[in-house]
């Protein structure tokens, strides 16, 4: 089992930025893809980045490519976040997960576990 903690979230201003951190416990996540993704009050999961396990390939939803930065720190279990030129459209709730084994994937179906969330409001 893999226990994802995701923080970092909160209230920010339009063109403000954010780090969200990912967390990981009872297994190393050297083995994993790790994603991102977000649910909007009234909307449907979307998918935001993944990485892969080495860290060597990125791939991002077109709505934060160039704003977004998804990277990974596999000696501290940890993922990250960074979002920058933040819009009000970017406001929800940011979810981690992992996929066992797999390369790069943008669908939720192909996460093995995922964390409970943070909230990120972005103010007009």
């Known amino acids: 089992q893999v226990q994802l903690v995701e923080s970092g979230g909160g209230l920010v201003q339009v063109g403000g930025s954010l780090r969200l951190s990912c967390a990981a416990s009872?297994?190393?996540?050297?083995?994993?893809?790790m994603g991102w993704f977000r649910q909007a009050p009234g909307k449907e999961r979307e998918f935001v980045a993944t990485?892969?396990?080495?860290?060597?390939?990125?791939y991002y939803a077109d709505s934060v490519k160039g704003r977004f930065t998804i990277s990974r720190d596999n000696a501290k279990n940890t993922v990250y976040l960074q979002m920058n030129s933040l819009k009000p459209e970017d406001t929800a709730v940011y979810y981690c997960?992992?996929?066992?084994?797999?390369?790069?994937?943008?669908?939720?179906?192909?996460?093995?576990?995922w964390g409970q969330g943070t909230q990120v409001t972005v103010s007009s």
């Open positions: 997960a992992a996929a066992y084994l797999k390369g790069l994937t943008a669908v939720a179906g192909g996460y093995d576990y």
């Open positions: 009872g297994r190393t996540l050297s083995s994993y893809a």
């Open positions: 990485i892969t396990w080495g860290g060597g390939t990125t």
